[in-house]
């Protein structure tokens, strides 16, 4: 084990409570899951980040399986599946069975609806639930994927205790996440950078230290920054339509303020750089 992941302090406010600037009253946990969960369960969502909704896309998750030696022996849940994409790709892709958790109804029930578009409702299930308390037995799948959802959790050590335990002895964990070196600049803290997977993203040795503390030995960890920034250029492009249509009144998006959505994106494009 790493002495430096196990003396890593998590940070309080990680518990299970979310803190959204210095001063200011705590969000509660589940107000947390919910809006994280409306939002990605929304057309806004669908419309700036299409169906894959972490930086990557379906790309990065087929390095992932690779890595992780999935296949058709591979029995996989992949926890806060969002609309099912990747999923639905690792069942057709590689074989695997799959079954998917999402906090958010509506992308659970769009999830297994697409499913049966594809015809892979054999293969792949979804279900609605919270990482921190996984409705499944002990060692009941032989790999988890968790894709950009770690970060959003608030109680980082239920969720990481929760995978070893759902976890058969010897089965992997392929975590793809946002991490954040430094304290962000004051406009990506609050609620909005919760939910832009931000608020309470942390340095890679935080995260390690997490799945260290439940069990987890720590394989192999890579930098894929660049995917990021990609990202951020698709959503300011989907972004900069998104406002010309709702001007014309050819499109609406209930939630989303344009305005305060690109002073976000420009303020996470200048986080980027030094880390
Ligand atoms: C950034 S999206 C990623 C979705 C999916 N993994 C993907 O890459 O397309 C974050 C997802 O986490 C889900 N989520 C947030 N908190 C959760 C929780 N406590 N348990 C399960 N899902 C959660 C949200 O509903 C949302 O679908």
Same mark, same amino acid.
């Given at each position: 084990?790493?002495?430096?992941?196990?003396?890593?302090? *998590?940070?309080?406010?990680?518990?299970?409570?979310?803190?959204?600037?210095?001063?200011?009253?705590? $969000?509660?946990?589940?107000?947390?899951?919910?809006?994280?969960?409306?939002?990605?369960?929304?057309?806004?969502?669908?419309?700036?980040?299409?169906?894959?909704?972490?930086?990557?896309?379906?790309?990065?998750? @087929?390095?992932?399986?690779?890595?992780?030696?999935?296949?058709?022996?591979? =029995?996989? $849940?992949? *926890?806060?599946?969002?609309?099912?994409?990747?999923?639905?790709?690792?069942?057709?892709?590689?074989?695997?069975?799959?079954?998917?958790?999402?906090?958010?109804?509506?992308?659970?029930?769009?999830?297994?609806?697409?499913?049966?578009?594809?015809?892979?409702?054999? @293969?792949?299930?979804?279900?609605?639930?919270?990482?921190?308390?996984?409705?499944?037995?002990?060692?009941?799948?032989?790999?988890?994927?968790?894709?950009?959802?770690?970060?959003?959790?608030?109680?980082?050590?239920?969720?990481?205790?929760?995978?070893?335990?759902?976890?058969?002895?010897? #089965?992997?964990?392929? $975590?793809?996440?946002?991490?954040?070196?430094?304290?962000?600049?004051?406009?990506?803290?609050?609620?909005?950078?919760?939910?832009?997977?931000? #608020?309470?993203?942390?340095?890679?040795?935080?995260?390690? !230290?997490?799945? =260290?503390?439940?069990?987890?030995?720590?394989?192999?960890?890579?930098? =894929?920054?660049?995917?990021?920034?990609?990202?951020?250029?698709?959503?300011?492009?989907?972004?900069?339509?998104?406002?010309?249509?709702?001007?014309? =009144?050819?499109?609406?998006?209930?939630? $989303?303020?344009? !305005?305060?959505?690109?002073?976000?994106?420009?303020? !996470?494009?200048?986080?980027?750089?030094?880390?």
């Amino acid at each position: 084990m790493d002495a430096q992941g196990h003396n890593e302090r *998590v940070p309080r406010h990680s518990a299970g409570r979310a803190r959204l600037t210095e001063g200011e009253p705590q $969000l509660s946990g589940s107000t947390v899951k919910q809006c994280c969960a409306t939002f990605y369960g929304s057309d806004a969502a669908r419309f700036l980040l299409g169906e894959s909704f972490h930086p990557g896309g379906t790309q990065l998750t @087929h390095e992932l399986a690779q890595r992780m030696g999935l296949g058709s022996h591979s =029995r996989v $849940l992949d *926890v806060a599946s969002g609309r099912g994409t990747s999923a639905l790709y690792l069942a057709a892709t590689f074989g695997c069975e799959v079954v998917g958790i999402d906090f958010s109804e509506e992308n659970t029930r769009l999830a297994q609806a697409a499913a049966a578009e594809r015809g892979l409702t054999g @293969h792949v299930t979804f279900v609605p639930g919270d990482a921190e308390h996984l409705p499944f037995p002990d060692a009941s799948f032989s790999a988890i994927v968790c894709e950009c959802a770690f970060c959003t959790f608030p109680d980082k050590a239920a969720a990481a205790a929760e995978f070893f335990r759902v976890l058969a002895p010897g #089965g992997r964990l392929g $975590l793809t996440d946002l991490t954040k070196a430094a304290s962000a600049p004051a406009e990506l803290e609050g609620l909005l950078a919760w939910i832009a997977c931000i #608020g309470d993203a942390q340095p890679a040795i935080r995260y390690e !230290a997490w799945l =260290r503390s439940a069990h987890f030995d720590i394989a192999e960890r890579l930098d =894929r920054s660049a995917c990021l920034l990609d990202m951020i250029h698709q959503v300011s492009g989907r972004l900069l339509i998104a406002e010309v249509m709702t001007g014309l =009144r050819k499109l609406e998006l209930p939630g $989303l303020d344009p !305005a305060q959505a690109k002073q976000f994106l420009a303020a !996470a494009s200048r986080a980027i750089a030094p880390g």
